[in-house]
């Protein structure tokens, strides 16, 4: 017996975000409705927390072949239109030349807004460890928003918050640095934000791309800028190819303090010792 019920959209329903397909949606949905705005209307966040847009491309073309495929969320301003969360795909749309996208209005406050593109934006994994930190403070500073509260909201835990936070206060001359020597991981750039100094700051990140430390060596290194190692830890060099994690490369010295003359020397003297047994 063949089946007569079908299932899935109705052959009329075409799935693309054109004003047909939105006013299907609104008129059937309760709660926030969606609609197209006109682009010349909305405006970006001026606090939004992410200050590089990536590369939009693949976004662009998803756009021009499938139009946008999730709203955006935008906060009513007069007769204008704020961005709350979307703002990648609201200058994706820009770009290929739409003239309006599908938004949901929500008439919320600002801290609530701020808030909202916050979480948005981490669950989506859109935001690098300072756009997250700067996020954080904002609602700390601005919105008076207290470590546990935020714990709450974001769903971390409320030292992870503390730790996330203090982040921020890494100067940007040394976000810079951090970027050039390509020191992205949370954990590294925590322990970099624990010392109080920048002078301090800036010799751990040097010593961090110099000799390839990594987290544990890191906190050691940490702690003895801030005086708090008891005794001075043997010097470790530590080395990661970039391509690959083929090997991983650990020289302990016994001394506490060792310059690269001093291991360029200590490897060439592995290497030729190596060669010697050929």
């Known amino acids: 017996m063949s089946k007569t019920k079908r299932s ?48 939009i491309e693949e976004l662009m073309s998803s756009i021009k072949s499938r139009g946008v495929l999730e709203p955006i ?21 820009k770009r290929v ?8 209005e929500m008439h919320v406050k600002d801290n609530e807004a701020l808030e909202i593109a916050l979480i948005e934006n981490l669950q989506r994994k859109d935001l690098g460890v300072f756009e997250e930190a700067d996020g954080l403070k904002a609602l700390v500073d601005i919105y008076g928003y207290n470590h546990n509260q935020l714990a709450e909201k974001i769903g ?21 640095l951090c970027a050039e020597y390509e020191i992205t991981s949370r954990s590294m750039l925590i322990e970099i934000a624990k010392l109080d100094k920048e002078e ?24 003895k800028f801030k005086g708090k190692q008891k005794h001075a830890r043997p010097f470790i060099f530590s080395y990661s190819p970039a391509a690959n994690d083929y090997y991983h490369l650990r020289i302990e010295f016994k001394k506490h303090a060792v310059d690269n003359t001093e291991i360029i020397k200590v490897l060439e003297e592995i290497i030729a010792r190596l060669k010697s047994k050929h």
Do not use: C, W
């Open 97 to 104: 030349g739409l003239r309006e996208i599908p938004a949901i």
């Open 200 to 223: 301090d700051m800036e010799k751990l990140i040097t010593q961090i791309s110099q000799r390839g430390l990594r987290r544990e060596d890191t906190r050691e290194l940490s702690k």
């Open 8 to 55: 899935g959209l109705p052959d009329t329903l075409v799935m693309r975000h054109d004003g047909h397909f939105v006013d299907l949606i609104s008129a059937r949905i309760t709660g926030p409705t969606i609609r197209m705005i006109p682009l010349d209307r909305i405006d970006p966040n001026p606090q939004q927390a992410r200050s590089e847009l990536g590369n």
């Open 156 to 176: 971390k835990a409320r030292s992870t918050i503390t730790e996330i936070v203090n982040v921020a206060q890494i100067p940007k001359r040394l976000r810079a």
């Open 73 to 93: 969320l935008v906060l009513p301003r007069k007769d204008r239109y704020e961005i709350i969360a979307g703002e990648r795909r609201y200058v994706a749309s």
